[in-house]
C-alpha cells in the first residue's frame, strides 16, 4: 500500500506512546494561555487618530478657516497614510481630527504628524497659538466609574471633589492603570471678587491688579557667592502662600497712600463657582431606589487601563482598593457605587461564551455518537478541545485578547473544526467495520484514501474565510480576530486530525470479533444508509426528478435573494447587543444656562427612574458623561458646554430582565422625546453599538459651492428624515442662533484717554472669562490652587453693567462704554470641513420594524430630487466617495452605511468565487 502526506504523518502517531504526552502538553498549554490572555469588553482597533487644536482668540470661523484650518490641511494632507482630515473653524479655536489608514503603525503617524507641524509652526499669523496634539485609542475608554455620593447634606460637591481627588491619586498607584479623571464636583479656586466701584474711587483696574498679583507671587534660585571659605546659595522671591498673602497686596497708591486688594476685591478661598452638575439616582429596579428616592449631588472617578492589559484584573485590584480605602480616606457618609466595570461585563462575556461553546462541543459530540456510537463520540469530544486549547496558544501569541470577538470566532468555527476528525474517524470507523485489513493496516489506508480530500477541504474553507480580514475601514480590524481565529482554529483541527485522531481512532473504534457476522453485511445494513438512499436513489434513476430539484434549488435561490428586496430579512451590519447601559444625550439650544439644562436632565431622570429596568443613572450636566466605545469616534468627552448634557442609565444585568436592552431603549425614547418636545431640547438615545463606532447610524454629509446654500439643503433632508419610517433621533450640526455683543474700541478715544486698546480687551477679558492669572502655593494641596478675578455676579447683569466697568489712563479712570461701540450681532457658526471640503452634516438613528439604514437611505432617491435648489443647479447623490468638486449639490451617505455596503461586496465577491 502505497502512503501518502496523511498515511505518512499518521502511521507515526497511531500507536506512539507520544502521542498522549502530546495531548496532555496540548491540553496544559492551552489552559495556561487562558489564564495569560487578557479579558476585555471591545477588541482592540489599532486606528491612528489625533486631535490638533489650535487657539486663535477673537478670530471668527471664515477667519480661522483661511488663516489657520486651511494651510493646515494642505499640510497634514500630504503626510503618508492620511485617510481623512475632519477639520471645525470655530470662533476664536480650530479643530482637526487627523485618521490615519487602518494598519498604518500607530508611533510612525503620530511621529509624522508630530514632524509636519513642527516644521510648518511658523506659517501662522501672529496671534495663532501652537497646535496643541491629543492622540486617540480604544484603551482611552474608561473601564471602570465609581460614583461618590452622599445622603448626607453635609458632603456637597466641593468636598465629594476632594475626596475624590484623593482617591484618583491612590487609583493611579495600581500598575496598568494610565488614566484616571475625576468628574464633577467644585475645584479648590482663590477668588479675587473685585468692586468696580472701590476700584474706580482707588484709581486701579483689573489689568494692574493682576499685574500686580503675578508681579508679587515669584521665586527663583538667583545663584550662589562665597564668603569666609563657604559657599552659599542664594533665593530670591516668595509665592503667594494664603488668601491673607493675596489680600495684602499693594496694588497701587492713591493720594500717596499704598492702596491694598482687600480694599477694592473681597477674595475667598474655597470652592469655585459651578461649571458642571453631577447627580447620582437609583431606579426602580433596585432595592435602594426605594431608599434613596432623591437625586443626589455625586462626583465620578473614571479609569482607564494601559493597553493590552487585562480589564478583569486591574478592575478587581482597583475594588479591593477602594475596599481598604474605605477604612482610612472615604467617610462612612460618603458612599462609592460602581457604574462601570468593563472588567467584570468582559470576565462574565469570556465565561458566556467559552460556556456556549463546550455546549457546543457536547452536541457536536452527541451527534457523533448517534451515528457512531459512544466510542466514536470520545474521539471527537478528545479532539476538539485540543483543537481550541492550541488555538488559545496562538491567540496568546499573535497578541490578541480575550473579548467577544475572538470568541465568537471559536463558537463559530465548532461545526467546522470537527470536520476533519469527523472525517477521518469515520472513515476509521467504516473500515474497521468492513474488516478486509488487520487493523492497523486498516487505519492507515483509511486515513490515506481521505486525507488529501481531509487538506484540501479545509484549505477550501479557509480560502472562504480568510478574506474577510481584508475588509477596509474600521470593520476590518474590529472583525480581523474572527477570520484569522477561525483560520488558525481550522489548520490546528487538520493537525489534530492527522497526528492525535488516528491514535485516539485506532484504540477506541476497533471491533470486536464477535460483531463479525453482523457487519459481515457491509454498508448496506448501516439505518442511516438506508434512509439517504431511499432519498438520492429516485433523483439518480429518473432524469425529471434530478431536473425538478435543480429547478426547486434555483427557485429556492431567487426567494433568497428576493428576501433583501422584500424586507423579509433586514440587511443590517450587526445585531444590536444586549447591554447593561444606556446613554441619553441632551442638546439644548445653544445659549442656554446651565441651570435651565440641568432642569431638562432632571425632568427626564425623574422618567428613567420610573422605567422597571433601570438600575441607577447619572445626570452630568455641562459636563462629559465617562465615554463609551461610540463616543470615542464621536468625540463625546469634547462636550462640556452649559446647555449639553448626558444621562448615563445603567440597566438589570441581562440574565435579570427579559427585554433586550434595545428593547428598552426603543420603549423609553418616546417618553424621553415628549419631555424633551417641552423645553425644545434635542435629545438622542445612544446605545454601545454591537460593531465598530461610527458616527451616527445614518450620515448625510451636504457638499455645495455656498456653505448657507448648503445648510438650507441640509435642513430640507432633516425634514426628509423626519418623515421617513424607523427614523429617529434626527440631529444636525448647526448651531442654533445666540446673540453676541462685539466690544469694538474707538482708537481715537482711547489714545485721547492714555489708554491702549490692548488694555481695554485684557481687562475684559480677565474679568469675564474669569481665566486663572496664577497659582497659590499650597504644599498641602495635591492639586494646583488658581488664582481668579472676576466682578461680583450683580455687577455684570447686562451689558450695561459690563460697559460701565472703568479702565485706568493718564487721565484717570475712564468708563469701557465711553472708549468702546457696543455691536449686537448673530455669533457666527461653526464650519465643518473634511477633506479640504465645507460639509454639513445631518445625523439620524435608526429604531422600529426594520432598523436597517440600507432602506432609509435607498428609499429616499426621489425625495432628494424634489429638494429646492438655487436655479442652475442639481443635486447629486453618493454612497461611497466625495464629490470630486464642489461647483455642485451633493449628498453624501455615510455612518453604518459605509460598513453595511463595504461588508456587503466582501461577501457577494466571497459568494461569486
Do not use: C
Amino acid at each position: 500500500m502505497e502512503k501518502g502526506f496523511a498515511g505518512r504523518i499518521a502511521e507515526f502517531f497511531i500507536n506512539s506512546k507520544l502521542t498522549i504526552l502530546l495531548m496532555i502538553a496540548l491540553m496544559i498549554i492551552g489552559v495556561y494561555s487562558s489564564t495569560l490572555i487578557p479579558r476585555e469588553e471591545e477588541p482592540q482597533i489599532i486606528i491612528p487618530m489625533a486631535d490638533v487644536m489650535v487657539g486663535y482668540p477673537g478670530a471668527s470661523p471664515k477667519e480661522v478657516e483661511s488663516r489657520v484650518v486651511k494651510p493646515l490641511e494642505k499640510i497634514i494632507s500630504n503626510i503618508k497614510g492620511v485617510e481623512h482630515i475632519h477639520s471645525m473653524a470655530m470662533n476664536g479655536q480650530a479643530m482637526i481630527i487627523v485618521q490615519f489608514y487602518v494598519g498604518e503603525d500607530t508611533e510612525r503617524s503620530y511621529v509624522k504628524l508630530y514632524d509636519e507641524l513642527m516644521k510648518n509652526k511658523n506659517i501662522f499669523p501672529k496671534g495663532v497659538m501652537e497646535p496643541m496634539v491629543k492622540t486617540r485609542s480604544i484603551d482611552d475608554v474608561p473601564m471602570l466609574g465609581l460614583t461618590l455620593w452622599s445622603d448626607n447634606a453635609n458632603y456637597n460637591d466641593f468636598q465629594l471633589r476632594q475626596i475624590g481627588e484623593e482617591l484618583s491619586s491612590e487609583i493611579k498607584k495600581i500598575k496598568d492603570v494610565s488614566l484616571t479623571k475625576v468628574i464633577g464636583g467644585r475645584n479648590r479656586q482663590l477668588q479675587v471678587i473685585l468692586d468696580k466701584d472701590k476700584m474706580a474711587e482707588l484709581n486701579v483696574d483689573a489689568l494692574s491688579v493682576m499685574q500686580m498679583i503675578q508681579a508679587n507671587n515669584g521665586s527663583s534660585q538667583s545663584g550662589k557667592f562665597d564668603s569666609g571659605d563657604a559657599e552659599y546659595l542664594l533665593t530670591t522671591g516668595q509665592f503667594l502662600n494664603s488668601a491673607e498673602d493675596v489680600e495684602n497686596l499693594v496694588i497701587g497708591t492713591s493720594q500717596n497712600m499704598p492702596v491694598y486688594l482687600k480694599q477694592v476685591a473681597a477674595i475667598k478661598d474655597g470652592a469655585s463657582d459651578p461649571a458642571n452638575y453631577v447627580s447620582f439616582g437609583y431606579g426602580n429596579a433596585v432595592e435602594s431606589g426605594k431608599k434613596f428616592k432623591s437625586e443626589y449631588t455625586a462626583v465620578t472617578v473614571s479609569v482607564s487601563k494601559v493597553k493590552g492589559a487585562d480589564a478583569m484584573k486591574i478592575s478587581e485590584q482597583i475594588l479591593d482598593k477602594v475596599d481598604k480605602l474605605k477604612k482610612n480616606l472615604i467617610p462612612n457618609d460618603v458612599h462609592v457605587e460602581v457604574t462601570r466595570n468593563y472588567g467584570e461585563t468582559a470576565s462574565h462575556k469570556v465565561s458566556e461564551l467559552l460556556m456556549h461553546l463546550g455546549i457546543a462541543i457536547l452536541a457536536v459530540t452527541v451527534l457523533v455518537m448517534l451515528a457512531m456510537g459512544w466510542r466514536g463520540g470520545l474521539v471527537v469530544f478528545f479532539s476538539v478541545p485540543l483543537t481550541f486549547a492550541l488555538t488559545l496558544f496562538s491567540y496568546y501569541i499573535l497578541g490578541y485578547t480575550l473579548n467577544r470577538i475572538t470568541l465568537f470566532a471559536l463558537v463559530f468555527v465548532v461545526g467546522i473544526v470537527v470536520d476533519d476528525s469527523i472525517i477521518i474517524a469515520e472513515n476509521m470507523h467504516r473500515h474497521f467495520h468492513m474488516k478486509k485489513l488487520p487493523f492497523k493496516q486498516a487505519a492507515i489506508y483509511a486515513i490515506n484514501e481521505v486525507g488529501n480530500p481531509t487538506i484540501l477541504a479545509t484549505f477550501t474553507v479557509i480560502a472562504a474565510i480568510l478574506p474577510m480580514a481584508f475588509v477596509s475601514g474600521m470593520m476590518g480590524p474590529y472583525m480581523s480576530p474572527m477570520p484569522i481565529g477561525a483560520s488558525i482554529a481550522m489548520l490546528l483541527s487538520l493537525f489534530v486530525a492527522l497526528t492525535v485522531t488516528p491514535y485516539l481512532g485506532y484504540h477506541l473504534l476497533k471491533v470486536k470479533d464477535e460483531q463479525h457476522d453482523k457487519e459481515e453485511k457491509g454498508l448496506e445494513a448501516n439505518r442511516i444508509y438506508k434512509i439517504y438512499k431511499k432519498i438520492e436513489q429516485p433523483l439518480l434513476d429518473s432524469k425529471s426528478k434530478r431536473w425538478t430539484m435543480m429547478a426547486v434549488t434555483v427557485i429556492l435561490l431567487l426567494i433568497s435573494i428576493a428576501a433583501f428586496f422584500t424586507k423579509w430579512v433586514a440587511v443590517k451590519m450587526l445585531p444590536f447587543d444586549n447591554k447593561n447601559e444606556i446613554q441619553v444625550v441632551i442638546d439644548m439650544p445653544e445659549g442656554t444656562t446651565l441651570e435651565r439644562t440641568s432642569a431638562v436632565a432632571q425632568d427626564i431622570a425623574q422618567y428613567l427612574k420610573t422605567v422597571p429596568e433601570v438600575v441607577n443613572y447619572q445626570n452630568y450636566v455641562g459636563s462629559s458623561a465617562p465615554i463609551t466605545f461610540n463616543g470615542l469616534v464621536r468625540h463625546y468627552d469634547m462636550r462640556g458646554n452649559s446647555n449639553t448634557a448626558d444621562i448615563q442609565v445603567n440597566l438589570l444585568h441581562k440574565e435579570d430582565r427579559d427585554a433586550q436592552s434595545h428593547d428598552v431603549a426603543k420603549r423609553m425614547r418616546p417618553e424621553i422625546q415628549k419631555i424633551a418636545a417641552k423645553y425644545g431640547a434635542n435629545v438622542k438615545i445612544v446605545e454601545v453599538p454591537p460593531g465598530p463606532p461610527v458616527l451616527s447610524t445614518i450620515v448625510a454629509e451636504i457638499y455645495g459651492p455656498d456653505y448657507e446654500g448648503q445648510i438650507k439643503v441640509a435642513k430640507q433632508v432633516e425634514d426628509i428624515l423626519k418623515k421617513t419610517d424607523d427614523v429617529v433621533d434626527i440631529d444636525w450640526m448647526v448651531e442654533a442662533p445666540q446673540k453676541e455683543f462685539k466690544l469694538v474700541p474707538d482708537k481715537e478715544k482711547a489714545m485721547l484717554n492714555g489708554i491702549a486698546p490692548q488694555q481695554i480687551v485684557g481687562n475684559m477679558t480677565y474679568l469675564m472669562g474669569e481665566h486663572p492669572i496664577g497659582n497659590l502655593y499650597d504644599e498641602k494641596s495635591n492639586d494646583p490652587v488658581d488664582i481668579v478675578m472676576k466682578l461680583k455676579n450683580a455687577d455684570k447683569a447686562n451689558i450695561q453693567d459690563i460697559t460701565g466697568l472703568k479702565i485706568k489712563g493718564q487721565m484717570g479712570m475712564v468708563p469701557a462704554s465711553d472708549l468702546v461701540k457696543v455691536e449686537e450681532k448673530e455669533l457666527d457658526k461653526t464650519i465643518y470641513r473634511k477633506d479640504q471640503k465645507r460639509v454639513v452634516y445631518v445625523l439620524a438613528d435608526m429604531a422600529g420594524k426594520l432598523e436597517s439604514p440600507a432602506y432609509a437611505i435607498l428609499g429616499m432617491d426621489e425625495k432628494l430630487k424634489k429638494i429646492q435648489l438655487p436655479n442652475g443647479y442639481t443635486m447629486d447623490e453618493l454612497y461611497m466617495n466625495q464629490p470630486e468638486d464642489e461647483s455642485n449639490y451633493t449628498v453624501k451617505w455615510d455612518g453604518e452605511w459605509q460598513i453595511t455596503w463595504k461588508f456587503s461586496v466582501i461577501w457577494e465577491l466571497l459568494l461569486r468565487w
